[in-house]
């Protein structure tokens, strides 16, 4: 799974992570954390359409370096970076055989159930939510 090192802006209610390597790509929100969430979001979705689009991913820079650019660009005052996973979609389901508890799966189908997810859909959900908060 590839990394790429987003740089920390905020306080308060107000968050930004900006992924350097993907300029443009960045993320907002009222918390570090959805900000965190929002950043890894966009870097999927800039991704994607950059495949769409043809074009190569950039190979992530050593995060050393990001945070060194982007300290040079803060005027040397302190900046704080966050690592972001990418994960892609690839566009083609595969089938996967897991064993889970009964009462586990019980609860998985009907929370998929009140969210209007299929199991695998609402599984998908959470597994990518999961890798996102491991950041």
């Not at 689009?53 to 190979?59: A, F, N, T, V």
Request: hydrophobic share 40%; charged share 25%.
């Amino acid at each position: 799974m590839t990394r790429y090192m987003g740089v920390i802006d905020g306080s308060g209610d107000v968050w930004g992570v900006v992924i350097p390597d993907f300029p443009g790509c960045h993320g907002g929100g009222a918390t570090l954390n959805e900000a965190v969430e929002d950043a890894t979001s966009a870097l999927r979705e800039f991704a994607a359409q950059m495949i769409a689009d043809g074009e190569p991913l950039p190979e992530p820079r050593d995060p050393d370096v990001v945070l060194n650019e982007a300290l040079d660009n803060n005027g040397g005052s302190q900046v704080c970076g966050v690592s972001i996973r990418l994960v892609l979609d690839k566009s083609r389901p595969v089938r996967a055989n897991i064993s889970l508890d009964a009462g586990l799966l019980e609860a998985i189908d009907q929370e998929a159930k009140r969210r209007g997810l299929t199991r695998s859909g609402f599984l998908a959900s959470a597994a990518l939510d999961e890798i996102a908060r491991g950041s």
